[in-house]
């Protein structure tokens, strides 16, 4: 006795449930308060099953003002201020800044100076590399990539605090300087960082390289091609992995950076994956132009020590002789005497190229200043790449990006 | 920089009414604002200038002609060369106006949105001129200069879910002005000479309030 089955019917009333079904989409709101956005970053996506078709996002939840602030303040009152920018980097924040402002000065800085920043500008992208790997890592479900990145930052902080006296918001450049020479024996225990460090970076991204679930998730994924990242005005490693090898480092150089010899890694897919490889890349790099730097490092003054109208003088001079608490005095109560012109300046930061636009009538108060953070471009292309990705992706996609909120809405 | 300079020549053959511009890094022109989009234009196609880093504009202050100056920053991935191009916007304070350069780069979106949102200037032809950093509805353009400091009490765009939900919303407390610590007896405007705005102080009313 045959049992006659209605699958044919089945089926068929299964295909015509789709498609009643097909042409409702759903809008999701992700953040402002979500852990795969990092930070206040809310998204506003349309969906048609598990697949994009529209993205918005919307940024501004950090929004401070900054622009507005540095337009009331003299030229080294705003420095605290480029800390809280990019905070994973605040000590490559810095050196942007100064630089910018410098170039306006038309001041150059001795060798040992710009030793020290080009040091800890590199550090400071070996601490955001690890912050923005190990944030990669836990969105694809990796944990212990960022338990051992965040072991590692630990020890670049110690470093830091020992320089700076602050562990995040360093605020270490002035105007025409840093605000102290480096401790005794300190490059020394740097060196002794990048001994230990070189292994651990092994292997912590052997956990990821040939990973095959990170590979599942990354590879092909979330594809940037060359055209498009120079069309929406992505930089750093976003940009060097979609095959353009844009590194101002190399390209105009500053601060001395072509004294130091270093590849730059540049990716042939522009997808997530690559995006990874570079910042591993990169950070190998970072550790062989610290070692460069220590090695060669230069001694002489760490401040323009002419330069008086900008850079105040030290303390004991400023207690004991009256021209040098005069022109302490002035740069405190006036500013940084900085001549009147309009300045561009771009750095390579972690995250990209930061630039500061600074229009100057004269004096102390800069009368208007654009930071152009790399965050904000970097972003500014997720309409166009969500569009048909899987809602899963969007977090790898972000994860890969490595944007910092603080620097994208200022 | 010799790219740079020889766009710039080359620049200044094809429209005359391009001017140099005081620089004290990379060289800059300035362009009226009806050859703005041809001039990018030439500077994109035939010297290689692909990536447009930045759009901004200043604020020359009230009663300064122009007001405002929009300012492109364009880069050459193949030269390493930098040049800086301003235009004037056209139009009047309450609505100042510029050619949108989006159809040329795409990621001139999101930074016309925001000299739109701080400056109030208008980018004609622009696909989805919105506000990107203050809320929708925001009824000031804060790096205007009248804007003052320490920012002018509204509406917050939360304020009708709180009706609804009856929540407490607290802006964040503006006593004193901005990054002043205590002003104590004092006028803030004496106690603080940085911090600029003096159309008011703990003694007289915030204007607009």
Partial sequence: ?410 | MSASVDAITSLKGKFPSVTDRLSSDCPAVSVPTGELISALKSLRDEHAFDLLSDVTAIDWAEGASPRFTAVYHLYSTTSHAAIRVATPCTGDDAAPTVPSVVPLWPGANWHEREAYDMFGITFEGHPDLRRILMWDGYPYHPLRKEFPLAGIETVLPDSEVAQETKAKVIPAPMMGGPFVASAGEMNLTDAEPRAKDESWSERSAKPGA
Wanted: proline share 5%.
């Fill in chain 1, 1 to 410: 006795m045959a049992t006659d089955f209605a699958f044919p019917d089945s089926a068929a009333k299964a295909a015509g449930a789709e498609q009643e079904f097909a042409p409702e989409k759903m809008s999701l709101s992700m953040g402002p308060s979500h852990p795969a956005t990092h930070g206040v970053l809310r998204l506003q996506m349309e969906l048609d099953g598990e697949v994009l078709t529209k993205c918005d996002p919307v940024v501004g939840y950090l929004h401070r003002g900054d622009e507005k602030i540095a337009e009331n303040m003299t030229y080294n009152q705003f420095v605290p201020y480029t800390d809280r920018l990019d905070y994973l980097a605040p000590l490559a924040n810095n050196m942007a800044y100064a630089i910018a402002v410098e170039r306006l000065a038309k001041l150059e800085v001795p060798a040992r100076c710009q030793a020290i920043r080009v040091l800890t500008a590199e550090m400071a992208r070996v601490s955001a590399h690890l912050m923005g790997l190990g944030a990669f890592g836990l969105d694809v479900g990796a944990w212990s990539v960022l338990v051992h990145s965040l072991n590692q930052r630990e020890h670049l902080y110690k470093l830091f605090e020992e320089l700076t006296g602050a562990r995040f918001t360093t605020s270490y450049t002035r105007i025409g300087g840093v605000s102290r020479d480096i401790p005794d024996g300190w490059l020394t225990r740097v060196i002794a960082f990048c001994d230990q460090f070189e292994p651990a970076l092994e292997e912590t991204l052997s956990l990821l390289t040939r990973n095959k679930i990170f590979q599942d998730r990354t590879v092909g994924v979330g594809i940037i091609s060359r055209a498009d990242a120079l069309a929406y005005g992505l930089t750093g490693p976003n940009l060097r992995a979609s095959g353009v090898s844009l590194d101002l480092r190399k390209d105009k150089p500053y601060s001395g950076y072509e004294q130091y010899a270093f590849d730059v890694p540049v990716g042939s897919k522009g997808d997530c994956y690559d995006r990874y490889l570079c910042r591993g890349e990169e950070m190998r790099q970072s550790v062989r132009i610290i070692r460069q730097v220590v090695a060669a490092f230069p001694g002489g003054d760490w401040y323009a020590k002419d330069a008086r109208k900008i850079f105040a003088p030290p303390k004991d001079k400023i207690l004991t002789s009256m021209e040098e608490l005069i022109q302490n005095f002035m740069i405190v109560t006036e500013g940084p005497q900085i001549p009147a012109g309009e300045v561009y300046f771009e750095a390579e930061n972690p995250k990209g190229v930061l630039g500061f636009f600074i229009v100057s009538k004269g004096g102390g108060v800069p009368w208007r200043m654009k930071i152009r953070s790399p965050s904000f471009c970097n972003l500014s292309i997720l309409p166009k790449i969500c569009v048909g990705t899987m809602m899963s992706d969007v977090v790898t996609l972000l994860g890969s990006l490595d944007f910092v909120m603080g620097e994208c809405d200022r």
